[in-house]
C-alpha cells in the first residue's frame, strides 16, 4: 500500500489540525494504521493507532484526550485529528499501514511521506 500524508501546517497554540493519510494501491481497511511523528533531534515516535477492524484504538500520552484517529473507507483515507496544540506537538507527522499488532516505529510495513506539523505561541 502507498501512503501519502497531507493536512499539516503552522498553527497557533490551542489550535486544532486534520492530518490525511491516502492511501492507494491496496484498502487501509486491511491494515493496521498508526500515526507516528519525529521532532528535530528526537527519535520518531507512536502518537496514534488504529486496528483494521476499527475496534482497537490506542494514543499516546501525550495526545491522548485531545487527538481522535479514524477511517473513511470510501475515501481510503485514515485521519488524525489533534486539539489544543502545543509546542511540543511540533513535528514531522507520517502515516503507516502494517498487518502486525501492536504497532511499532521499528517495523511498519508501509510509510507515507511525512507533513510538517509547526505549533508556535
Known amino acids: 500500500v502507498q501512503l501519502q500524508a497531507s493536512g499539516g501546517g503552522s498553527v497557533q497554540a490551542g489550535g486544532s489540525l486534520r492530518l490525511s493519510c491516502a492511501a492507494s494501491g491496496r484498502a487501509v481497511s486491511r491494515y493496521n494504521m498508526g500515526w507516528f511523528r519525529q521532532a528535530p533531534g528526537k527519535e520518531r515516535e507512536f502518537v496514534a493507532a488504529?486496528?483494521?477492524?476499527?475496534?482497537?484504538?490506542y494514543y499516546s500520552a501525550s495526545v491522548r484526550g485531545r487527538s481522535t484517529i479514524g477511517r473513511d473507507n470510501a475515501k481510503n483515507t485514515v485521519y488524525l485529528e489533534m486539539n489544543s496544540l502545543n509546542h511540543e506537538d511540533t513535528a514531522v507527522y507520517y502515516c503507516a499501514a502494517d498487518t502486525a499488532w501492536p504497532l511499532y516505529a521499528s517495523r511498519m510495513d508501509s510509510w507515507g511521506k511525512g507533513t510538517q506539523v509547526t505549533v508556535s505561541s
Open positions: 488504529l486496528g483494521w477492524r476499527g475496534d482497537r484504538i
